[in-house]
């Protein structure tokens, strides 16, 4: 995957090979008309790009664009006032992997999205580490020799200009997820007193959510987490960092697909499945419906439209913890339990699942580096966080409060069946994971799309196979542990806390080390601590009652 200078110099050269011929047949000539000049500026250029776009070039090149894609909060016009979207139909998956150059001109085949004219309009802010590949001559897509021209799995060209709302929705797209479900959960396994990890872990996270964007600052090409890990421990440090934030992607859509299963299941739970002489629940039967449901959005070219609904996902959340007060407060359900105030043996459970509520860092940077005024990130990131926690406790102490230690590991199984309140809950909590589940996977299968052999990538039914191959494989994981609770918690012990604490931290002290305080450096090894004692404490809690569950 990695391009060496010599070999962008020749991917340069072969494209312009080429389309000398198409001129020699007479084909397109007025459009290279240019001037010598011009092209030896070009070729300077790209000299100088090769030797400061060391980042980007190795795997994963497409965390960008995915990432985006996964997180972002569309805004055309009709929204908060960001260019509309070029393309806006959906079709299935016509190709399995592209060389991706910006995410601001991303080609449809072989013709770009934005216009030369249009891209010298975008103002020059951040350079992105795609745009240090060398330049399409001739404003045409610059192909491999021997590659086909070919469509990658998305058309939305993100906006690089985001406002300060959008990007407040944004990390509350990402931040206020599915973990709330759960935080009831969270404070009965912990006790009242283990509320105040919660907001200790929110205090910490927003630091290190700073800390990348002093990271992203040391130098103008960094834009991503992994570019982050490239710059602090080299290309081992990317390729670390990329697998343990695809893994903790991929962990959510085993949940979504147990997160389906039970609440479906609470609905109609006399549903079942008869297959021969194989006699399956309402949980298999529902967990089984919902692959073959998403099944075929993951084989969707363009996800715009699933973007533009699962950003809906701050709403859906706001509208559960909505119908959870309504429930408590107006139906007068419950209020009467007063919990426990520290559950020291199960209070590592609780560690991992508030752990979890912040698992946003992966996103970020992008957000970040996608500001029109990026000097109000920390404002942002404040917002977001003060938002999200105050929701997350507020959710803990109602949901505790009612059902007390019957408490499920998502609360609206707790909720009465026949309000219509609770149907709304759980209604809200079971089409959003079909929006989201696209989306989430996606990265992951870009990810694994970027290794197929360059002689493969000819064939569609490669990613088609790969992105099929990846839904079965997290039915086949939801059904064999189908523990909300408890999986929830070793995602947020064991992958959450190495990017919310652990390696935010490592990475400002390697990129900025000598540049820094000593009392920075102490709160970082501080932090780093914390992190690792949270992550085994939790990791081996959350690991021990998956395998006693198992074994009941």
Known sequence: MKNSVSEQS????SDEEEEQKELNRGGEGEENDENPSDSDNSLADNRQQSKTGSYNTTWPQSYRQSIDLYSSVPSPSILLGTPTLSRFGSSFLSSSLTRRHTPETLPFATEPLISK???????????????????????????RKGEKPSQISHELPISRHSSYGQAVLNGMNVLCGVGILSTPYAAKEGGWLGLSILLIFAVLSFYTGMLLRYCLDSEPELETY?????????TAGRIAISIILYAELYACCVEYIILESDNLSSLFPSAHLSLGGLELNSHYCF???TTLAVLPTVWLRDLSVLSFIS????IASVLAVICLFWVGLVDHVGIHSKGTVLNLGTLPVAIGLYGYCYSGHAVFPNIYTSMAQPNKFPSVLLTCFAICTLMYAGVAVMGYTMFGESTESQFTLNMPQDLIATKIAVWTTVVNPFTKYALTISPVAMSLEELIPSTHVKSHIYAICIRTSLVIST??????????????????SLLTMLVTLILPCACFLSILRGKITRFQAALCIIIIIVGVVSSAFGTYSALSKIVESLRR
């Not at 950003?311 to 701050?314: F, K, L, R, S, T």
Request: aromatic fraction near 8%.
């Open 311 to 314: 950003a809906g996902g701050v």
């Open 226 to 234: 992994p570019d982050i890990g490239q710059a602090a421990f080299g």
């Open 10 to 13: 020749f991917y340069i050269e």
């Open 287 to 289: 967990a089984i419906l």
């Open 475 to 492: 039915l086949i994981v939801g059904l064999s542990i189908p523990f909300f609770g408890l999986v929830m918690s070793l995602i947020g």
């Open 117 to 143: 004219a249009e891209d010298e309009k975008l103002p020059q802010q951040r350079r992105s580490s795609h745009a240090l590949l060398p330049p399409i001559p001739h404003r045409r897509s610059s192909i």
